[in-house]
């Protein structure tokens, strides 16, 4: 069976080396095929052995080479694994932010045919798709990224972030494709009990879930322990996420 890879990234210190690693360990024990993990990085210390280690690729642009305050608050820099070469890594990439929680097999995000598959974000009736998973083949998009960099302000005039950027540059191509929506839920939206349930019932594992997504506030340490981020959400400590979050 041909090898995959799953990437990540990981820049400043909103998250430690502990996320990458519990995010390999996830990856381990739900992915059947081999694979290749890498994680692109400006600090390797604390990352496990069996985790490839490279540097944020440079593309030829000062607002991501330069890592600008804006680069990172916004995740443009996940950007940078659309650059070629990415090293010597070839054919299906799977990205991941370091902030999800695995709850099932990954095994099935390799089967749908399609040059771009990402979540379908919730909040959003056009294109929009949410980038904590998506899957990709290395250099087949180098053209956003080339777009981005021939005039930024223009590229980025009528998005927010990111994964508008990209989801909605793929979608003019006709390549953009979503998860079953099942497959990828939110923590937020999906997993609390609605009011005033959520006094009462810890947070759920959602029919069919494979990937719970932490937008926002919580964090998965922080619904462990209960703690919501806002005061108007009640977030019971939720205790499965140790079962998986490891």
């Known amino acids: 069976m041909q090898p995959?890879?799953?990437?990540?990234?990981?820049?400043?210190?909103?998250?430690?080396?502990?996320?990458?690693?519990?995010?390999?360990?996830?990856?381990?024990?739900?992915?059947?095929?081999?694979?290749?993990?890498?994680?692109?990085?400006?600090?390797?210390?604390?990352?496990?052995?069996?985790?490839?280690?490279?540097?944020?690729?440079?593309?030829?642009?000062?607002d991501f080479d330069e890592r600008k305050p804006w680069t990172f608050a916004h995740g443009w820099l996940k950007l940078t694994c659309f650059a070629e070469p990415l090293y010597d890594l070839e054919g299906q990439t799977l990205f991941l932010d370091l902030d999800i929680v695995i709850v099932g097999s990954l095994d099935e995000f390799f089967e749908p045919e399609g040059d771009f598959l990402v979540i379908k974000e919730w909040d959003k009736s056009d294109a929009t798709g949410n980038t904590s998973v998506f899957r990709f083949n290395i250099g087949a998009h180098v053209d956003a990224l080339e777009h981005l960099k021939a005039d930024p302000v223009a590229a980025k005039k009528d998005v927010r972030?990111?994964?508008?950027?990209?989801?909605?540059?793929?979608?003019?191509?006709?390549?953009?494709?979503?998860?079953?929506?099942?497959?990828?839920?939110?923590?937020?939206?999906?997993?609390?009990?609605p009011f005033p349930?959520?006094?009462?019932?810890?947070?759920?594992?959602?029919?069919?879930?494979?990937?719970?997504i932490f937008h926002g506030r919580p964090h998965p340490d922080d619904a462990i322990a209960g703690r919501s981020g806002k005061w108007y959400r009640k977030v019971l400590p939720t205790t499965w996420i140790k079962d998986y979050w490891r």
């Open 4 to 62: 995959v890879n799953v990437i990540c990234i990981k820049w400043g210190n909103k998250y430690g080396s502990d996320y990458v690693n519990t995010l390999y360990s996830m990856v381990s024990r739900n992915l059947s095929r081999p694979f290749r993990f890498v994680c692109l990085t400006d600090d390797a210390s604390g990352i496990r052995d069996e985790v490839e280690v490279k540097d944020i690729p440079q593309v030829g642009f000062s």
């Open 161 to 193: 972030n990111e994964q508008e950027y990209i989801t909605q540059f793929v979608a003019r191509q006709g390549k953009l494709k979503y998860w079953p929506a099942e497959w990828c839920r939110s923590f937020k939206r999906h997993c609390l009990r």
């Open 197 to 212: 349930l959520s006094f009462f019932q810890q947070p759920r594992i959602p029919e069919g879930a494979k990937v719970i």
